[in-house]
């Protein structure tokens, strides 16, 4: 079964559009914010706060700042983002903290996903991730 699940999800991160990646990414992030918040013990958060940490620095990382705009705009906020997550890994999720971060993210996928939806017709209503 992992094997079909890998397969599938590699399948539909290749015939993806560049916005629906994104899309996905966010989905992920999102995803682990949640599982950090509802983790038990303090290395289970720090795993997800770190994958969360990754995917934040991707899309940081992805931005062409030149262009200035909207992406100094997102440079802004995924540093400010990075900078939270660290901080929680190293000091402790506190609930205040771990909500700014998942109501950026959250704010930033509805934007993504609208611009997916005019650049490739439509994307689905379901998450990509688990």
């Known amino acids: 079964m992992d094997e079909a699940r890998a397969r599938f999800l590699r399948d539909r991160v290749m015939t ?3 916005a629906q990646r994104v899309v996905m990414l966010y989905d992920r992030l999102v995803l682990d914010l949640t599982r950090a918040g509802d983790a038990a013990k303090q290395i289970e958060r720090s795993g997800h706060l770190g994958h969360a940490t990754q995917i934040v620095a ?6 062409d ?13 995924y540093t400010f983002m990075i900078t939270e997550l ?7 999720v506190t609930g205040a903290r771990l909500a700014r971060v998942e109501s950026i993210a959250t704010r930033l996928r509805s934007s993504w996903v609208q611009v997916a939806e005019q650049t490739a017709g439509t994307v689905p209503a379901g998450s990509w991730v688990s």
């Open 16 to 18: 993806a559009t560049p």
């Open 58 to 63: 991707e899309l940081h990382a992805s931005l």
């Open 65 to 77: 700042q030149s262009v200035g705009g909207p992406a100094e705009n997102l440079a802004t906020l």
């Open 86 to 92: 660290v901080a929680m890994r190293a000091t402790g």
